[in-house]
């Protein structure tokens, strides 16, 4: 959809599950599809699907620290990808997405 680029800024789900526990104020866009958010997901981040992307993009600071999480990293990525071409400066793709999440799970 948007194509790969050869490099990814990644973070672990251990380590974002570290941030989250100290209180970290953090945005995590998921972008999955609403059913799939309402099966479970981190508790305090926006559903904002892949197929709107180019709906609620502008909405966020580009500056900001993002972080993209899915279901296994690869619609994130996608969104990492077009992200970083709209001026996206501080990326992270959660590597694993949320089958990889072992922290808190909201539904």
């Given at each position: 959809?948007?194509?790969?680029?050869?490099?990814?800024?990644?973070?672990?789900?251990?380590?974002l599950q570290?941030?989250?526990?100290?209180?970290?104020?953090l945005t995590i866009i998921?972008?999955?599809?609403?059913?799939?958010?309402?099966?479970?997901h981190i508790p305090g981040s926006q559903l904002r699907p892949l197929g709107q992307i180019?709906?609620?993009?502008t909405q966020f600071d580009k500056q900001a620290v993002i972080h993209l999480i899915c279901r296994t990293a690869n619609?994130?990525?996608q969104?990492?990808?077009?992200?970083?071409?709209?001026?996206f400066k501080n990326l992270r793709n959660?590597?694993?997405g949320m089958v990889a999440w072992r922290g808190p799970v909201a539904r």
């Open positions: 959809m948007f194509g790969f680029g050869p490099r990814v800024t990644s973070v672990t789900p251990a380590e570290s941030q989250v526990a100290e209180g970290k104020k998921d972008v999955r599809e609403p059913w799939e958010y309402a099966e479970g180019r709906d609620w993009v619609r994130s990525a969104a990492y990808r077009f992200m970083e071409t709209m001026g959660v590597s694993g």
